[in-house]
C-alpha cells in the first residue's frame, strides 16, 4: 500500500491527532504546569496540590483523551475500535483515580505538617484513601464494561465473613487503630508514656501497631489494641512546653545574694538557647530548705517539650556548675559525724 493510499485509509489524520495530542500534552506537563506551580507558590494551597499531582501525568491523560477522539476516524475494525476505546477509558479511569487520591492525600499531609517541616499524619488514613479511591475506580471500571457487581458484591459478602474470622487480631488492631484517632487524645508528634515503662514520640499510626521513638533513636513498635486498651500518660495532650525543676545545694557559708544573681543569668542564657528569645519566660528561684550540710534552693526554667526538658537539665547543670567554680560558691558533701566511744576496761 502506498502513501496515498495510507492517506485514503484515514491514517494520517489518525496519527496526525495522536501526535498532536502528545505533543500538547508535553507541552502541558513540562512549560504551561511549571508556569503555573511559579505562579502559586504557597505550599499548603490547593492550587499548589493539585498542580504538584498532575505533573508527569498530564502528557499521558491528553494522550489518551486523544486517541479516544482519533478513534472516531480510525480506519481500523469496529472491533478495534471497540477494545481500544475500552482500553483508553480503564487507562483514564485509572489515571484520574490516582490524581484524586493523590490530592486528597498530599492535602492531608499539608493540613497535618508543623512549622518545622515534619508531616504528623497517620498513614491508617493514607491507606484507607488509597482503598477507597481504588474501590470507586473499579467499580467506575466494571460499570463501565457492563460487567454487573451484584454478583460479586454477593460473593465478597459470604467470603468477608470467612476472611473476618480468619483475621481476627489484624481486624481487632486496624478497627482499634481507627478508635484512637477518632478519640483525638493520641497522635503523631505526642509524648507518651505507656503503664508498661516504655515511653517516646508517636511516630505514626498505622493499620496494624503505633510506632514510638525513644530518645535514643529506638523504635517502640505497639499493636494498636494495646494502645487502645492501656492507660497512657501524653505529656503533650494539654501543652506542650514543660516546666523543669532543678533541686541545688550550696554550703552554709555562701553569699546568698551572689548565688541567686549566679544561677539566674546562667538559667536565662541556657533557657533562651534551648527554648529561644520568642518563648521569653523568666526563671524561678527559690531557697526551699536548711539540711544537715547544705542549703537548698530550686531553680525552674521551661523546656519547650517533654523531650527537650533532658537537654535543658543537661545545660542548666554544667553552666550552673562552672559558673560556681567560678565565683568560688562551694556545693558541699553530705558530711556525717561519728563519735566513737572507748569501751570501759573493766566489761
Known amino acids: 500500500m502506498v502513501f496515498a493510499d ?21 507541552i502541558l506537563d513540562r512549560f504551561v504546569l511549571r508556569i503555573f506551580l511559579n505562579r502559586f507558590k504557597e505550599k499548603d ?18 494522550f489518551f483523551i486523544g486517541l479516544y477522539i482519533a478513534l472516531e476516524i480510525s480506519p481500523l475494525s469496529p472491533i478495534a475500535i471497540k477494545y481500544t476505546a475500552s482500553v483508553c477509558v480503564i487507562i483514564l479511569i485509572m489515571l484520574f483515580t490516582r490524581v484524586f487520591s493523590q490530592i486528597v492525600i498530599n492535602a492531608i499531609k499539608n493540613a497535618n505538617e508543623d512549622t518545622t517541616g515534619a508531616v504528623k499524619t497517620y498513614s491508617i488514613i493514607i491507606n484507607l484513601v488509597r482503598i477507597v479511591f481504588f474501590c470507586i475506580g473499579l467499580l467506575i471500571i466494571l460499570r463501565t464494561l457492563d460487567i454487573s457487581i451484584t454478583p460479586m458484591l454477593t460473593a465478597l459478602g459470604v467470603a468477608s465473613l470467612a476472611v ?52 535514643n533513636a529506638n523504635r517502640i513498635i505497639v499493636p494498636n489494641q494495646k494502645i487502645a486498651s492501656a492507660i497512657i500518660t501524653n505529656y503533650s495532650l494539654t501543652e506542650e512546653h ?31 538557647e534551648v527554648l529561644g528569645e520568642k518563648e521569653y519566660f ?23 517539650d517533654y523531650n527537650r526538658q533532658f537537654v ?31 569501751e570501759d576496761q573493766n566489761n
Open 45 to 62: 494551597s490547593i492550587a499548589q496540590v493539585v498542580l504538584c499531582v498532575l505533573r508527569g501525568k498530564v502528557t499521558f491523560i491528553v
Open 164 to 215: 473476618a474470622l480468619a483475621l481476627q487480631d489484624t481486624l481487632g488492631n486496624l478497627f482499634s487503630g481507627i478508635s484512637v484517632i477518632a478519640g483525638k487524645r493520641l497522635k503523631p508528634g505526642s509524648y507518651v508514656k505507656l503503664e508498661s515503662g516504655q515511653e517516646g514520640i508517636i511516630e505514626d499510626i498505622s493499620w496494624r501497631s503505633t510506632v514510638l521513638r525513644e530518645s
Open 242 to 272: 514543660i516546666l523543669v525543676k532543678l533541686p541545688v545545694g550550696i554550703a552554709y557559708g555562701s553569699d546568698l545574694e551572689l548565688v541567686t544573681r549566679a544561677v539566674l543569668e546562667e538559667a536565662v542564657k541556657v533557657q533562651d
Open 282 to 304: 523568666e526563671p524561678v528561684f527559690r531557697y526551699t530548705a536548711f539540711n544537715p550540710s547544705s542549703i537548698n534552693f530550686v531553680i525552674i526554667a521551661k523546656a519547650p
Open 6 to 26: 495510507y492517506l485514503h485509509e484515514g491514517y494520517i489524520p489518525f496519527l496526525i491527532i495522536l501526535g498532536s495530542s502528545l505533543l500538547f500534552g508535553f
Open 312 to 342: 535543658l537539665t543537661d545545660k542548666l547543670i554544667r553552666a550552673i556548675h562552672k559558673r560556681f567554680i567560678l565565683e568560688k560558691i562551694d556545693i558541699p558533701f553530705p558530711v556525717q559525724t561519728v563519735i566513737l566511744k572507748k
